[in-house]
């Protein structure tokens, strides 16, 4: 009995490590193909993506001139209906084309953004050196903002703060070092602006001046840093592939587009409405603080904040614009962050790729039994012949 039940376990357990190796051996292979980002490709590799890229882009130039030259044939002939179907696959056609300049920006930035990596490590060292150099930025980043938030929140008292805006000072006097040291090596400098112009703004060094007024103003400013964070979250993308996901959200284009639309909808508000009704007696908008507080429940909330309620024209005026701004903005947001979750499980682009298969496979037979037929003869003929039957010798 012993036995049997011995050998019944080694059956069973034999399937399930053949089981186990074959799921390992699936994850494996399913971690290195869709963990493939553009980043771990080397610079002579993104050149040559750019190269199929522009090809491409070559290629779409020269199909929307044949599709004009076709347009103006069938204007000729006076046949709209042809000219409504040329101009539906020339928007088509632009649609493919913008998505492909998309991707080349993003080839053109991963390779911009390699050969500065490889020329930091190779002036570091290593490439490992460079990582932990990163990583020190990184640490260096975080200090910066947990002061910040320390001085704002807390209140320390002022020799507390004095010894906090020394440690600020020489963060971003390294911040600013890193970020011309970046710019030199870096292969196209105005790609590196464009690029990493936050940089250069929130590692400018501002120390707050409690004893002017005009200080508080000048550490609103300072809430800039802030900013950092992104720098923060890309140094983070070396340590974490599970946020290219998240990366590749914020780098589409209408997404960049609505978030930086949304900001400045925010801060503009904040500051008419600072402008027209703020003041010391003004609940609500006392501060440039709680206007923008203000601007961002009445953008996002469309105006049921309950914060403050406009007294003058122009804060009514402010408010109305708001509102349609925050309905336009977040609705473009929100559509565009649900398309791009659902895209992985979007199978429309098969199904067209399967039609168009499907179909050039169709022509290629008609043609096959049009030629079989006779060549002179009509293609449909041997397309109502029954499947199963052999074609007349």
Request: glycine residues 8%; positive net charge; aromatic residues 6%.
């Amino acid at each position: 009995m012993a036995g049997l039940l011995e050998r019944i376990v080694a059956r069973v357990r034999g399937p399930r490590r053949h089981l186990d190796a074959a799921a390992r051996t699936f994850e494996a292979e399913r971690r290195a193909l869709v963990g493939r980002r553009l980043i771990d490709l080397d610079a002579v590799a993104l050149a040559a993506v750019l190269a199929r890229l522009d090809a491409e882009a070559a290629d779409a130039a020269a199909s929307l001139t044949a599709l004009r030259e076709r347009s103006d044939a069938a204007l000729a002939e006076a046949d709209w209906r042809s000219v409504e179907g040329l101009r539906g696959r020339a928007v088509d056609l632009g649609r493919a084309f913008d998505e492909l300049q998309e991707l080349r920006r993003q080839v053109e930035d991963a390779r911009q953004q390699r050969l500065l990596h490889d020329r930091i490590a190779d002036r570091l060292g290593s490439p490992r050196r460079r990582v932990l150099y990163d990583a020190f930025i990184m640490v260096l980043i975080t200090a910066v903002i947990a002061i910040l938030l320390f001085v704002e929140i807390a209140q320390p008292p002022a020799a507390t703060v004095v010894v906090l805006d020394m440690i600020d000072v020489g963060a971003c006097v390294v911040f600013l070092a890193d970020f011309f040291w970046r710019r030199a090596l870096a292969d196209d400098r105005r790609w590196f602006w464009r690029r990493h112009w936050i940089d250069f703004i929130t590692s400018i060094p501002l120390p707050s001046m409690h004893t002017l007024r005009i200080g508080r103003s000048l550490r609103l400013v300072r809430f800039i840093r802030l900013l950092r964070l992104a720098r923060a979250v890309r140094v983070l993308l070396f340590f974490w592939r599970g946020m290219d996901k998240l990366a590749a959200a914020f780098d589409v284009r209408m997404m960049r587009r609505s978030i930086a639309i949304l900001t400045s909808v925010l801060v503009l508000g904040a500051l008419g409405i600072w402008l027209a009704e703020g003041g010391r007696r003004a609940e609500g908008v006392e501060s440039f603080e709680e206007s923008l507080w203000w601007s961002f429940t009445t953008v996002v909330t469309g105006g049921f904040g309950d914060i403050r309620n406009p007294e003058t024209l122009t804060g009514r005026l402010l408010t109305a614009l708001l509102i349609i701004a925050g309905m336009v903005v977040v609705g473009i947001f929100t559509a565009t962050l649900t398309s791009l979750l659902v895209r992985e499980g979007d199978v429309s682009g098969e199904i067209l790729a399967l039609e168009e298969r499907m179909l050039g496979e169709l022509r290629r037979l008609r043609g096959e039994l049009a030629r079989l037929g006779g060549g002179g003869g009509d293609p449909s003929a041997g397309e109502a012949a029954p499947a199963g039957d052999d074609p007349a010798p």
